[in-house]
DNA sequence: CATGAATGAGTGTTCATTCAT
DNA sequence: TATGAATGAACACTCATTCAT
């Protein structure tokens, strides 16, 4: 056992007693809460994540969350104000997972390459056996966000800034006049963007579709945008 | 027969009939069985549709569904087993809807021009204003698909025809040398599905999304798979 | 077709017909409506009979009851006029059933062989496989009696008839000293009730349960009341 | 354990037993789980067979019983997960209540004194005003034994249970070459019963019927299979 | 802050009954 | 009368949320 989880336990304990002795109204103890806070909540959005990805957004009950979170509801309550309140963080947490990955590979010179990249890396990820559950947590929040505001608000600014981050990639290359000026950089981000999203909802109505020859023909694709300097 | 009961029957039909023509008030369907259910069914599905679309398929109650279809709880059970039923029978709907879509376009002789008409057709539905409603349900219908066995098996194979229907048409054109033959005519079937559901999603995250270069980025990558005449 | 029959048909297609061209208020069609009524109320009876023994007054719906006889709602309906209509009818036929069994008994000599004869006859009932559904219904009426006034009226009358003719024998016996004069008459008869009913439940909660030698038990406790002549 | 979390239990425990001594007028249940949970199955079992017994099984809505327990549905079914689980319960119930009773005479030397106490104490419950409910009960779960696998299963064994308890005391008294060894002892025992439920549903049916007499019947008979000392 | 019993409005569904034809 | 589509109140049951401890 850390240290840290030591103090947690006996900070507990500690305060709970003082409150049965005294009834003090409000008993501080702000150095442990917050990460105590912080670790409560990842334990609650993993389970929801968990239930919510297995029996989708309705037909997950916060009862099961409890029970998958070793957490009581009233417990559960104190740090997320709703089912909802819940659903909108998780879909916050997906974007920031995101995010990141672009950007990394705009170092990349060759852009093309960079984009072969980022491709592979993208849609190897449907192989990984855990990432079946990200997906269905993705059409559970695409759906989810058509008529809750919070969520589509967070997807809109994540799909925006996935946009906004693979149209510079196309924009560079536009400038180092590899790329056909012709396409607007926004729209082709879309189209890649699409890619993603149409392979996530084929694989989850058809987990057996292939996934090798799709990568192939999209890399094919995106070098016919491509000036063919040295390519056929 | 009787006589007597063959006018009984002529009365009957006839009443049918005239009841047709006037269209009274609380459209109070006649005795006559098939087309009376299939007008009913109508009735359901289509108030079914709306309220799915507009509120998703758990905050839609039953009750909901009754109301924007002034029928009963009764009558609806009489014609559906359960909400599970009408979900299912709005999946199978939608697949006829899509499925003779592509059929027509596969006269065309030149296959690129055909492909390039499909998109037009195919995203133009995109600004019809009617057509939001279609979408979203589309998503709703595969977030369901991810745990009703029903729904998943329509869509699955609604799916695999489509992806056959095109592939079709790209093993033509690389039997007549049009195309690069290294590519699997399935996977660039899948891609456009890809387009597809992609603009699907980005549209109902973002109604704002611009379309018309969307399509032209798509047109632009789909020459690049056919052996260009007078492209680089 | 019996030419009975023949008439009904024609009388119905006949009066369909005439209410459609003139719409008279009343159309007395009184010669075979008594035998119609009747016939039709049988329908309904046996079909609820068969329903209520199968699955029990509250499992078994109008709706299945109409399905067994073949009979719309609306039919059923215009003969009974609710559900509880039907059970008290079912009701009042059980007991027209029963009263006659006793009175044909009365008049054997040798007081004792009579109710000997009569206890082989009652139980041997309980052999006949039809007759596991006339158990089943009377416990569902024992039941229902409870709490339906109109049902309760109708087995007491019933059983206080049973116990009536049961007890008549008895005083015969005591007056002509066959038997002990301590002992009273409808008491005597409320026993022999008793063996009958507990054996329809006891049958119905385990129909292995073993009958030959429960009316040997009767038969040499039923002798036990009486002063051994010739007997041990 | 440390200290405080000691105290911290004492505190709990303490806690829990000065509530049970106050007993507060909405009868708030601490938290200690083992006891809360049956007395709160108490009090819906209790609210349960009023309703039952009063209105009958189907009759008796659950929103009733949730009424007459004065707790709501969801409490409900947190105890019991359905309507049929509560008559299981009931009916389980019913039984253990039962058994006792034959058990507690076996003991008594003279066999047919035994049976005559037994047979006072079985019957003298008629008169308990109480008791009324519980027959009603019992008829009504004789009917749905019929039909429900696990009731039935219940009252098959108890049934079973209470022949076996008064067989063998038959058998002991055939041992002691008191009784006729003709008779089978069972079928004694299913006659006993059967003088128990008769009584049962002839009271149901009708109140007023007499139970004095019938004792003495019963008595009477039963001497009848006993070897006579001075008796003829 | 943590617990989990309790709430009660709301769900999907059934079914006795009605009534236009 | 006969039909059967329609009704709608009522049912068994669920679950997001609260709150005394």
Redesign the interface.
């Known amino acids: 056992m850390t240290k840290e989880a030591e103090k947690v336990i006996?900070n507990k304990?500690?305060a709970?007693?003082v409150l049965?002795k005294k009834k003090i109204k409000k008993v501080k103890m702000p150095k442990v809460t917050k990460e105590h806070r912080t670790a409560r909540k990842r334990q609650i959005l993993d389970a929801a994540v968990a239930c919510f990805s297995r029996?989708?957004?309705?037909?997950s009950s916060i009862q099961e969350i409890c029970k998958a979170s070793s957490l009581s509801p009233g417990a559960v309550y104190s740090y997320f104000k709703s089912k909802e309140d819940i659903i909108t963080a998780i879909a916050k947490e997906n974007r920031q997972r995101n995010i990141t990955l672009i950007d990394e590979k705009k170092e990349t010179k060759d852009t093309l390459l960079a984009l072969h990249n980022m491709a592979d890396e993208f849609f190897c990820r449907f192989n990984n056996p855990g990432w079946s559950d990200c997906m269905?947590l993705d059409?559970?929040l695409?759906?989810?966000?058509?008529?809750n505001t919070k969520v589509?608000k967070t997807?809109?600014h994540d799909?925006?800034e996935h946009r906004r981050a693979f149209a510079e990639i196309i924009r560079e290359a536009q400038k180092k006049d590899e790329m056909?000026k012709?396409?607007?950089p926004?729209?082709?981000a879309?189209?890649m963007?699409?890619?993603?999203?149409?392979?996530t909802?084929?694989k989850?109505?058809?987990p057996k579709?292939?996934i090798e020859?799709?990568i192939?023909?999209?890399k094919?694709?995106?070098?016919?945008?491509f000036?063919?300097g040295d390519r056929g």
């Open positions: 006996f304990t500690n709970r007693f049965f029996k989708g957004l309705y037909k269905r059409i559970e695409w759906a989810e966000s058509l008529r589509n997807l809109r799909m925006a056909d012709g396409v607007t926004e729209a082709v879309s189209v963007i699409s890619m993603f999203i149409g392979m909802v084929q989850g109505i058809d579709i292939d020859n799709y192939n023909v999209l094919e694709m995106m070098a016919g945008l000036n063919s």
